[in-house]
């Protein structure tokens, strides 16, 4: 009776091995198993190529689950129910009644542990940290599936022909979205393995890489010029008040950019040559320095590769007519990332929580930003980069202030003009 026993729990304890196997395997992210591999952890290369087939690695272990349940249910039905039908003979019941109340009875203690034992407890382990239990049971599976290579490669093709013949192609295709790394990162950062800074970083990071020219430039209107057809106090004036490195320089024309000239270097130079007595000459003393043109949809991207080869550290934005759009530095790249930096004199931040909830946002803020701050899904075909252009956009002409409108669960409400720009919206969940 004890061996019975004992071979019935055996054979449920391998059907959890088998089951945790199972999921363990096929829920491992193959780049943990290849960190682990690379690190010379044994069994992780044979994990990672069982999670390559899984084809042939899950006609292996189903065979296995298969011939684990005939045999258990067999065994428990014909041999440990005719054990208890005989002890309750003994206690005065019919024989009728005595084999069906023990069949019943071990049949549903079977269940039981087969559904703790065998399936539930082992594939909770398997979920808790599937990488290193597939380490573990590699080597394993790699042996019973080369044990079991004539049936496997059987199931294999015949699951793969049924899977053509309904119109798959069969491959298992790991693929990461950019929405799965999001929810990764989040995790990271409940879980305390991320600092919230260090989150808001990396999201600023895949930020960065969905932006153009025209997200990531300071516009026209709000770039500091310096226009060699000026008079030289005039200019001097500029360069003694700005507090800029660099400054774009035109000659004359508004869109006739012609460079970039660095601050204190032409300073000095004109200072120099004011000292001498000599009549200023910006053209005679400015050492003009040729700056990177890009287009204003340029991928942000291919905008840090050509700042990166630049030595003036920034580049000129320009539309498909040749207007000059803007200028993008790498202060402006790195605001990408981290958000913008307050500067002096300025005291109007980005984004406002209020009391109410309700959130006042500067029209210039990128609209990418705002949307992961209120989780407002976005148009991936948008052509707009701030949360102005998103306004426009929805209502297809200026506003006036105090207009409104809805868009998902958000109502936006037009708070303050600048002229014709909009500089303040009021965003509040729709009631």
């Known amino acids: ?15 959890g091995l088998l089951a945790m196997s199972e999921l363990a395997v096929v829920s491992s992210r193959p780049a943990r198993l290849q960190v682990m591999r690379d690190q010379g952890q044994k069994g992780a290369g044979t994990a990672l190529s069982l999670a390559e087939d899984p084809g042939r690695f899950l006609s292996t272990v189903q065979i296995g689950i298969t011939l684990v349940g005939v045999l258990s249910g067999a065994y428990s039905g014909a041999t440990l129910g005719e054990r208890l039908a005989e002890f309750l003979q003994t206690q005065g019941f019919s024989e009728a009644a005595s084999e069906t109340l023990g069949v019943i009875s071990v049949v549903i203690a079977i269940t039981y542990l087969s559904l703790i034992v065998g399936e539930l407890v082992p594939k909770q382990i398997a979920l808790r940290d599937p990488e290193r239990v597939a380490v573990r049971v590699a080597p394993a599976m790699s042996l019973l599936s080369r044990l079991s290579s004539p049936l496997v490669w059987v199931l294999d093709r015949s699951g793969k022909l049924l899977l053509r013949i309904l119109g798959q192609s069969g491959d298992a295709g790991q693929r990461v979205t950019e929405e799965e790394v999001k929810t990764i990162i989040a995790e990271a950062e409940s879980a ?17 890489a969905d932006r153009t020219a025209t997200g990531l430039m300071t516009p026209r209107r709000e770039v500091e010029i310096l226009d060699l057809a000026d008079p030289p106090d005039e ?17 004359g024309e508004a869109d006739a950019i012609v460079g970039v000239v660095t601050v204190k270097e032409l300073y000095d130079r004109l200072a120099m040559q004011a000292a001498t007595g000599s009549a200023l000459d910006i053209r005679a003393v400015a050492d003009i320095q040729t700056a990177p043109v890009v287009s204003d949809n340029t991928r942000a991207l291919d905008v840090l590769k050509a700042i990166r080869s630049s030595t003036v550290h ?7 007519y040749g207007h000059f759009e ?47 701050k209120i989780s407002m899904p976005l148009d991936p075909d948008a052509d707009y980069e701030t949360v102005a252009g998103l306004v426009l956009n929805s209502l297809h002409h ?14 936006f409400e037009v708070v303050d003009l600048d002229g014709r720009r909009i500089d303040k919206v009021l965003v509040s969940r729709s009631t």
Request: net charge negative.
């Open 398 to 411: 200026l506003p006036e202030v105090g207009e409104t409108f809805e868009r998902g669960d958000w109502r």
């Open 192 to 208: 305390g393995v991320l600092e919230s800074e260090e989150k808001e970083m990396i999201s600023g990071v895949m930020r960065l």
């Open 235 to 251: 200019i001097l004036a500029k360069l003694r008040a700005t507090r800029r490195s660099r400054l774009p320089v035109q000659d």
């Open 1 to 15: 009776m004890f061996i019975e026993i004992l071979v019935v729990v055996v054979l449920i304890v391998l059907n």
């Open 326 to 372: 803007g200028i993008i530095t790498a202060n402006d790249v790195l605001e990408a990332i981290t958000g913008a930096f307050q500067e002096e004199g300025e005291d109007e931040p980005a984004f406002v929580v209020r009391r109410d909830g309700s959130f006042l946002v500067a029209g210039w803020m990128p609209v990418d930003e705002f949307a992961e």
């Open 314 to 320: 920034m580049a000129l934005v320009f539309d498909e």
